[in-house]
């Protein structure tokens, strides 16, 4: 495996610490970040670090950790879901302003903090974990304003943040990284939905080869584990 340094948010558990332990396994240095680092995975390669995206000062006081250490990879994984098939009616605004910090701003924010040392690194990749539900095109369900509003938003971002950095050799992905066996895939039991969960350390895996794979689009567009463009 092409190894290097790594931050990644939302470590402590879901699809954040399947990455995080698949990568230091790997032999990357991993920059593993929490609210509560005590949840974090212990081994060789995992730099434990204390880091809620909703706090500024938090972010800022990993950025000045890592100050200009070079970052190959950040993983934007911390993220927020406002329910199975949450309706018109169950729409309120603290949770649409939460849905946005931490989906949207989180990883815009954690972004430009981490810069300078993503400006050092070798083929930087921001790599955001968003989701199908982010795509406007894909919308056949309605429902779920906060989650879907906040994803489509990060998808916006990321777009832009590919358009800004590509002077700078710095790339950026939006990954639906399909339907997964954590807390917040187990929430969502949809009868209809033919598709099987797919497992977290099989999205590590594929995350692994999107970021080896060349032919990874790197300029914000919204992609599949497997590299497929999907509609915005
Ligand atoms: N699950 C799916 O089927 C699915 C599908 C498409 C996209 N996604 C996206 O994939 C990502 C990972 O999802 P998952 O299924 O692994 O979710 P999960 O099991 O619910 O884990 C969510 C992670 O986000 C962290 N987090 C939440 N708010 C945070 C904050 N303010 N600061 C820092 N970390 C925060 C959580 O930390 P705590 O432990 O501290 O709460 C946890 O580590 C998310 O962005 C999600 O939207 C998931």
């Given at each position: 495996m092409k190894t290097?340094?790594?931050?990644?948010?939302?470590?402590?558990?879901?699809?954040?610490?399947?990455?995080?332990?698949?990568?230091?396994q790997g032999g990357w240095r991993v920059i593993a970040g929490a609210r509560d680092p005590g949840e974090l995975p212990r081994g060789e390669g995992v730099l434990a670090a204390e880091l809620d995206v909703l706090d500024p000062q938090s972010v800022a006081?990993?950025?000045?950790?890592?100050?200009?250490?070079?970052?190959?990879?950040?993983?934007?994984?911390?993220?927020?879901?406002d329910g199975?098939?949450?309706?018109?009616?169950?729409?309120?605004?603290?949770e649409m302003m939460e849905a946005f910090a931490v989906n949207a701003l989180g990883p815009l924010e954690l972004a430009r903090a981490l810069l300078p040392a993503l400006r050092q690194g070798r083929g930087s990749l921001i790599l955001n974990v968003s989701g199908l539900m982010g795509s406007?095109?894909?919308?056949?369900?309605?429902?779920?304003?906060?989650?879907?509003?906040s994803k489509a938003a990060l998808n916006a971002i990321s777009r832009s943040l590919a358009l800004d950095l590509a002077d700078e050799g710095i790339g950026v992905v939006a990954l639906h990284p399909g339907w997964l066996d954590t807390d917040m895939g187990r929430s969502w039991r949809d009868p209809h939905d033919q598709h099987d969960m797919v497992s977290v350390a099989d999205v590590a895996r594929d995350i692994q080869r999107l970021l080896e794979d060349p032919a990874t689009d790197r300029e914000g567009r919204l992609i599949d584990r497997h590299g497929t463009v999907l509609p915005w």
């Open positions: 290097g340094t790594m931050v990644v948010s939302g470590a402590g558990r879901g699809l954040g610490r399947a990455v995080a332990e698949h990568f230091a006081a990993l950025a000045t950790a890592v100050g200009m250490a070079p970052v190959d990879v950040l993983v934007n994984v911390a993220g927020v879901f199975p098939g949450a309706t018109l009616d169950d729409v309120r605004r603290e406007i095109g894909l919308n056949k369900d309605g429902g779920n304003y906060a989650y879907r509003a």
